[in-house]
């Protein structure tokens, strides 16, 4: 069975300064991973995804996230942290099975202070 | 592009009413697609998932059923709704090729209220 941790139930920092959000993975097989963010009262977004290609995956708004599988860790991370990055994040593991489903971490709530 | 449109967006219900949320993707066709909850705070729960016309996965025993009637629609609905269905339902579609680990794109889902 796949598992997906999310190490942080909130992180803060403020405007400007890194941001680093971490997700630990178990998984039986070689797993794909992504990242989602939701916004207040919508739905989720693809940040970024990793299929064993690249370890260093880029996404969307300055977001990237690096695959690390002797750690089994996707830590999410942006060099500077905006207003508008203030959400709440998902770090996903996809199960190989047929109806392509997903095993969610508990989320991330990220505060950005100005 | 393929879209995915939820509707509606917020929803207010007596206990006991019955529930109809419909989800429907453009361009794309057969895809998965899947129906989740999200309680306040917490995060998904997936509800029910259909790889093709007719064919309903059920993840969760609840009083929610789920329906498919054509390749990209799919319905959630409830005879007779109780206090503990409220919450965030979320619709995703995914590609249909199976094993193929694609990533599933979400609605903007439906904020049920149940009093």
């Known amino acids: 069975a796949q598992s997906v941790t999310q190490l942080d139930s909130h992180v803060s920092v403020s405007e400007g300064t890194p941001v680093l959000l971490r997700c630990n993975y178990s998984?039986?097989?070689?797993?794909?991973l992504f990242w989602y963010v939701q916004h207040p009262n919508k739905g989720l977004q693809l940040l970024l995804k990793y299929t064993s290609a690249a370890t260093l995956v880029k996404g969307i708004n300055g977001f990237e996230a690096e695959f690390k599988k002797s750690e089994t860790s996707f830590h999410l991370t942006k060099p500077s942290a905006h207003m508008s990055d203030a959400a709440e994040y998902f770090c996903?593991?996809?199960?190989?099975?047929?109806?392509?489903?997903?095993?969610f971490g508990g989320g991330t709530r990220l505060m950005v202070k100005p | 592009s393929q879209t995915i449109h939820q509707w509606p967006a917020t929803l207010v219900q007596p206990v006991g009413s019955p529930l109809s949320l419909e989800c429907t993707v453009e361009?794309?066709?057969?895809?998965?697609l899947y129906w989740y909850r999200q309680a306040a705070g917490r995060g998904l729960q997936l509800l029910f998932y259909s790889v093709g016309i007719g064919q309903i996965s059920s993840e969760v025993p609840q009083n929610l059923s789920a329906s498919r009637p054509q390749d990209r629609q799919f319905i959630l609905s409830s005879k007779k709704l109780l206090l503990s269905d409220s919450g965030f339902y979320l619709c995703?579609?995914?590609?249909?090729?199976?094993?193929?680990?694609?990533?599933?794109?979400f609605g903007d889902g439906t904020r049920l209220s149940i009093l």
């Open positions: 361009g794309t066709s057969n895809p998965n």
């Open positions: 996903v593991v996809s199960e190989l099975n047929a109806g392509n489903m997903l095993t």
């Open positions: 995703a579609w995914s590609a249909g090729r199976p094993f193929s680990n694609q990533p599933q794109h």
């Open positions: 998984s039986s097989y070689s797993p794909s």
